[in-house]
């Protein structure tokens, strides 16, 4: 496999489930990014991680709890979300030098 | 703050027209990125182009092109004899610089291009 891969393409949980969201990367990059895509709002970074360290959180609600094992995974747990979280979360990796991020397809998440 | 506008919200055209796609953005950094990503149904970001803010040259790239003008802070995307391949979602992005290399890129809100047979 190549790229930026992310599972499940589509998740349906309820408010008081507790899942996570997986992004794995075949690149040998060390940056890894989660963003958010609503409906009506811009791409939103939600997370960075560098070498994986955390170097960024964009006020992100605890609900959102992100981890990176080592620098080609990255996962998002989600615990009592709300139904304004539903939306896409994409998943990006970069190399630190070269710089353009590169991006997978996205988990299509709805919270009911 | 760092801010990026595309002001179409959707365009449509018919095949074997030429589009632009304006981006005009915001920024105080000296130095910073410009991005232009595609998004098909299918979800993924393409990437399409990264530019750096000391490097004004247009670039072409077969049947796409951006002209990048510093004096007016736009980065317009422009596609040649569009083909409806092409019906996507376009974004612009901005990033200054980081140290140790990551880039946080903010979004524009997006371009729907239809391009009809």
Redesign the interface.
Known sequence: ETGVTQTPRHLVMGMTNKKSLKCEQHLGHNAMYWYKQSAKKPLELMFVYNFKEQTENNSVPSRFSPECPNSSHLFLHLHTLQPEDSALYLCASSDVVIGEAFFGQGTRLTVV | AQK?TQAQTEISVVEKEDVTLDCVYETRDTTY?L?W?KQPP??????LI?RNSFDEQNEISGRYSWNFQKSTSSFNFTITASQVVDSAVY?C?LSEAQQ???????????TKLTVNP
């Not at chain 2, 299918?42 to 990437?47: P, R």
């Not at chain 2, 140790?100 to 997006?110: D, I, N, Q, T, W």
């Open positions: 990026v990125y991005f990503y299918s979800g993924e970001l393409v990437f990264r974004f992005a140790g290399g990551s880039e946080k890129l903010v979004f524009g809100k997006g």
